[in-house]
């Protein structure tokens, strides 16, 4: 069953197709199962030559975790064509995208364990890049439990980083203030201190919950580590700008 669910879903995820939730069918689902079958179907993805290259954090600030009544984040997988190498997004394979920033951690040393701490992690990062992730569940109307969420690798989709590397000592990461705008109009702000306090601790989280389930994140993986802001619905012809203050801007064009 488990497999099945993966199959159906990796087919969903790479055609950009709609789904009804699975837990309507398979109630007895839960969130154990959903991280195997997210597994699953993340390994269909690279069986067919898709290479996991990184990791990503939802679920990062405590009101999105009380608005879905859970008590940590989520995690989900990152393959080589979830990767935009231009600030284009294509609206053909996809179903509701949304857009948010982030700080992206770019990892050369591996990382594990329960023990992990936020200096174990500075001493594995290459470079911090800013980052917007391109959020589209495979659900229905966007409308999905916890379970079904984690099964549907935590609706990932898309993602683009910045062209400007930074040491991790370059500045404050938690204190980075962040303005979205789209079509030029602003609407969304925060900080990058609303996930998890700080972005480092989003890694530290990431490792330790990756623990549990014999993962790892290895040498030349990028982390996205949580929005900072609310994914911002995006259709064709808008355009995304996320202005990073004292680092850079990152743009997305949405076309059909």
């Given at each position: 069953m488990i497999t099945d669910i993966a199959n159906k879903i990796y087919m969903h995820q790479k055609n950009g197709l709609e789904m009804d939730k699975i837990t309507i069918e398979y109630p007895e689902l839960?969130?154990?199962?959903?991280?195997?079958?997210?597994?699953?179907?993340?390994?269909?993805a690279i069986k067919n030559g898709d290479p996991l290259i990184g990791w990503k954090m939802g679920l990062t600030s405590i009101a999105k975790q009380k608005s879905v009544n859970v008590d940590e984040p989520i995690y989900g997988r990152l393959t080589k064509s979830m990767e935009l190498e231009e600030n284009q997004l294509s609206m053909e394979g996809s179903i509701h995208p949304r857009v948010e920033p982030e700080i992206a951690f770019m990892i050369n040393k591996p990382l594990f364990g329960q023990d992990i701490t936020a200096k174990d992690v500075w001493d594995a990062t290459e470079y911090i890049v800013p980052a917007l992730e391109v959020i589209d569940s495979r659900y229905k109307n966007f409308s999905f439990t916890l379970t079904d969420v984690v099964a549907d690798n935590a609706s990932s989709s898309k993602f683009i980083v910045g062209k400007q590397v930074n040491s991790p000592t370059y500045t404050s990461w938690d204190q980075i203030k962040v303005e979205l705008y789209k079509n030029g109009v602003k609407v969304q702000s925060g900080v990058s201190s609303d996930v998890l306090d700080h972005p480092v601790e989003s890694v530290v989280k990431l490792v330790k919950m990756l623990s549990k389930n014999g993962e790892q994140i290895d040498p030349g993986m990028i982390i996205l580590t949580g929005g900072i802001t609310e994914a911002v619905h995006v259709e064709d012809g808008d355009i995304i700008e996320a202005h990073f203050e004292g680092i850079e801007k990152v743009s997305l064009q949405v076309k059909k």
């Open positions: 839960n969130v154990n199962n959903a991280y195997e079958i997210q597994r699953l179907s993340i390994e269909q």
